[in-house]
């Protein structure tokens, strides 16, 4: 085997590992999703990043690009509104607010401001009424939970020298609250059923009172 060849075979073998090593990319919001949070902090938030509430809406999905409209609403009262375009494919992630979906425990995507990010774990967690399957990962500064279906942040853990910042999902068009733990159609479904049941023992009980 010549030089060139063996080299050939090394670069390709890299470049194999490479493809391996960054997850698949799946764009798990759409447009018209939206979700709230609240941002809560122990000690003083910098100037400019004193946000108490935040919402972001799907404006539009094209292939690996999500254009999104966020609102911040700061501790004075004040809100501005901005709309970017992420792209999940090159990392622009801006603060990793929506990331690939259904990735696992193991699976990396790239953040071209923190570089290749981990997914640590996944377990189930509640968010917004819910239970939810939840990635999360762990950087030099937060610690993130992204819902693993859509790949949206659901909760986001960030210190700093002089404070610490909680960012929660406070209400989401998403997903719908469970009730009694359920899905909001199983529920239903099951009152439906219980009663129909009830009118029909009763409607038996009354025909064979009569007989």
């Known amino acids: 085997m010549n030089r060139k060849v063996g080299l050939a075979i090394v670069m390709l073998i890299i470049l194999i ?12 919001a ?7 949070y609240q941002v809560a902090y122990t000690g003083t938030p910098t100037a400019g990043h004193d946000v108490t509430w935040a919402r972001m809406e799907i ?22 509104e901005v709309t970017t375009t992420l792209n999940l494919e090159t990392g622009q992630l801006g603060d990793d ?18 570089g290749n990010i981990t997914i640590s774990g996944v377990e189930e967690r509640t968010y917004a009424g819910a239970t939810r399957t939840v990635m999360h990962a762990v950087t030099s500064e937060t610690t993130y ?12 853990i960030s210190r700093f020298p002089d404070y610490t ?16 733990g359920l899905d909001p159609t199983v529920f239903y479904t099951l009152v439906i059923g219980a009663i129909v049941l009830i009118v029909v023992v009763l409607a038996f009980l009354i025909v064979r009172r009569k007989k």
């Open 17 to 28: 590992g490479v493809g391996d090593a960054l997850a698949e990319i799946s764009v798990g």
């Open 30 to 36: 759409k447009k018209g999703d939206w979700i709230e």
């Open 59 to 80: 404006k539009d999905v094209q292939g690996k690009s999500v254009s999104v409209g966020i609102t911040v609403e700061y501790s004075n009262g004040t809100q501005e």
């Open 97 to 114: 607010f929506i990331i690939p979906a259904n990735l696992n425990s193991g699976d990396t995507f790239f953040d071209k401001n923190a």
């Open 145 to 156: 939970y992204w819902d693993q279906a859509t790949g949206v942040l659901v909760e986001g």
């Open 165 to 180: 910042m909680n960012t929660l999902v406070d209400q989401t068009n998403m997903w719908q609250p469970q009730l009694l």
